[in-house]
């Protein structure tokens, strides 16, 4: 059975009744000269800012607090648990990408003026750009209370930041309707581990294993491009809530 075969067959079951007073909508539309009346073109900076307000203020408060709190541990506690905090940023990202299947308003978005991949692309990159420009921020402030160098500070806070990113956001794409929080749970164990792992493996933030840590970072951008790619492939597809 077919699409179009249920298509009709809902024509045939569910025939719409005739519309009252079409010919006095018409006729005042027409007279408000907007019959032939154009949408605004928005652009792409009208259209960020759009979605960077529809975003809730509550994702932006805990992405501050949680930049904060990374400098406030480095302030506070010497060693290398404020690299442990970073894929924590990931989980408001993954939280509030998946907010249209949460709420079964992808139906809704894909029918609106704005293609759901495309609102999709522009929220993940305006949470992305803000929490990754303030890693960038933090790695510039905190970096004099460590003996790394800058690259090895900023390859430590990225690595566990986009290793929860990628992993979250597979979970979600295969999990789509467990209400996002599985991959929430996920950026939570990420940060676990990388806490726990170097009590056990002291070797970890060595200078001679930047190797592994260089190929990381470069497997999580392959990764995240690629798991990128086949999310937004599959926002166009026509879905049913």
Request: aromatic share 14%.
């Amino acid at each position: 059975m077919n699409n179009k075969y249920i298509i009709e067959q809902m024509r045939e079951l569910w025939i719409s009744p005739e519309p009252t007073g079409k010919e006095n909508f018409f006729l005042r539309v027409g007279e408000k000269g907007l019959m032939n009346r154009r949408s605004t073109v928005i652009g792409h900076k009208e259209f960020l800012t759009i979605q960077l307000f529809y975003i809730g203020k509550w994702i932006w408060a805990i992405s501050g607090f949680l930049l904060m709190f990374i400098v406030w541990v480095c302030c506070r506690h010497s060693g290398n648990y404020p690299f442990a905090l970073t894929p924590l940023l990931a989980a408001e990202i993954l939280f509030e990408t998946g907010r249209s299947k949460r709420w079964n308003m992808t139906e809704l978005e894909q029918a609106a003026r704005f293609s759901a991949r495309s609102v999709m692309l522009a929220r993940a990159f305006l949470l992305g750009a803000v929490n990754t420009a303030g890693l960038l921020i933090v790695i510039l402030v905190v970096r004099s209370f460590f003996h790394y160098s800058m690259m090895r500070v900023f390859l430590y806070m990225m690595v566990p930041y986009m290793t929860a990113a990628l992993l979250g956001s597979v979970y979600e794409r295969k999990h789509r309707r467990l209400q996002g929080w599985g991959s929430v749970l996920i950026c939570i164990l990420s940060s676990v581990f990388f806490a726990s792992v170097p009590l056990f493996f002291n070797q970890l933030y060595e200078k001679r294993l930047m190797f592994l840590w260089t190929a990381a970072f470069i497997l999580m951008i392959c990764g995240l491009t690629v798991c990128t790619w086949k999310d937004i492939s599959e926002k166009e597809v026509p879905l049913w809530n």
